[in-house]
């Protein structure tokens, strides 16, 4: 598989969007429908807890006997997947180059240059790059997008999908992805995104994801290690339960009485925190932004009850839950009902499975 293959490489072929993270593999796949899209399927495979341990895959095996799980459970024909890479082995950069170079140059000259812009050796990583823009630099130069990530972790993901039964076709960048499944969400924002600022808050098991977006284009992201994991521990802690049983018992709402105040309001008051002080470092970082106009909130802790209510209440910004399936139609095969459930969770699986349809937007 070529470089240029890996990361960014798109096409028109069917794929599954295959979301590897670290509480479950979440397999989707979009078709066209008219001129939106239609879910066509559907699956969500449990795994066990270090199998995927800070955005790397640990056990690839383990992961590749869920992602199999996950791809019968779908029901799905469909072999070509695309996968994304995130975390602290994922550099990217705006780079300028000549724009008389040709792709075989360009790519010749960013690996001779690659030590001024990556902090590994050479061989180690993969690297892939688009031309965005003629650079505001000016003169002959345009703006390149230089994407590089450490081998081991492009490989151990794709060696985990193949063994899963699929084809690693595309290799994203999760913010990327993130960024592109917004689109979905439009219908959710006021004046659909146009000149708002908005921020996408996917708060998974282990990590959050924030994306601001200004007129739907990230201006800033950031990652942090926080997410559900840490209400499980607290109500394995406050109610000697196992790991798996505090999962569930979460998800049911099967808990004791004193579970609401003394458990789930201190880490929605947490929550909470993090997130204001996710808006805090991006208003330091790019100082144009003074306020946001909504919060959306995306991942399994998004699907808390109230918990929109709750971080509007105390952040006084208008906030939902993420629904990128509320305009699309979903064939029975897709599960309707459970998809309704793993909505929120499913976001990063969208902009994944959107990559299908790269070729169509020329
Ligand atoms: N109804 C619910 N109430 C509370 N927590 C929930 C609910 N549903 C899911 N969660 C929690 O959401 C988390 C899983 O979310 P998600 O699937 O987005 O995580 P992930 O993508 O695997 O994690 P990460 O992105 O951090 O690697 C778990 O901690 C799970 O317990
Ligand atoms: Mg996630």
Same mark, same amino acid.
Request: proline share 25%; charged share 25%; aromatic share 12%.
């Given at each position: 598989m070529s470089i240029k293959q890996k990361l960014f490489g798109g096409g028109s072929e069917a794929l599954v969007g295959l979301d590897i993270s670290s509480s479950s593999v979440k397999l989707l796949e979009l078709g066209r429908k008219g001129s939106g899209f239609e879910v066509l399927a559907y699956a969500v495979e449990a795994l066990p807890p270090n199998a995927v341990i800070d955005k790397q895959v640990a056990e690839p095996q383990i992961v590749g006997e869920a992602i199999q799980r996950a791809v019968a459970k779908a029901g799905t024909r469909t072999r070509a997947a695309a996968v994304a890479v995130a975390g602290p082995a994922v550099i990217t950069k705006v780079v300028q180059m000549s724009s008389f170079l040709k792709d075989d140059d360009m790519e010749q000259q960013i690996r001779a240059e690659a030590d001024q812009y990556i902090p590994? $050796?050479?061989?180690e990583v993969a690297i892939d790059f688009q031309v965005v823009a003629p650079s505001a630099s000016g003169g002959e130069l345009v703006d390149v997008l230089l994407a590089a990530c450490r081998k081991e972790q492009v490989e151990s993901r794709c060696s985990a999908v193949q063994m899963g039964?699929?084809? $690693?076709r595309v290799v994203d960048i999760e913010s990327y992805a993130l960024e592109s499944a917004c689109r979905l969400l439009t219908h959710q924002m006021p004046n659909g995104g146009r000149e708002q600022t908005i921020a996408v808050i996917d708060m998974g098991a282990s990590s959050t994801s924030m994306l601001m977006l200004h007129d739907l284009k990230t201006v800033y992201a950031r990652d942090t290690a926080f997410g559900g994991k840490q209400l499980t521990e607290d109500i394995m802690r406050t109610f000697g339960m196992s790991y798996e049983e505090a999962g569930r018992a979460k998800r049911t709402s099967s808990l004791p009485d004193n579970y609401a105040a003394d458990v789930l309001e201190p880490f929605l008051a947490d929550m909470t925190q993090q997130i204001d002080r996710g808006l805090q470092f991006f208003f330091s970082a790019a100082s144009q932004y003074t306020s946001v106009d909504q919060l959306i909130l995306a991942g399994g802790c998004a699907q808390i009850p109230e918990v929109d209510r709750f971080i509007e209440g105390r952040l006084r910004i208008p906030t939902v839950v993420a629904k990128p399936f509320n305009t699309l139609s979903v064939t029975s095969r897709a599960k309707p009902n459970l998809l309704g459930r793993d909505e929120s969770s499913l976001l990063l699986a969208c902009g994944l499975a959107l990559r299908a349809f790269d070729d169509e937007e020329g």
């Open positions: 590994y $050796p050479i061989e039964g699929l084809r $690693p």
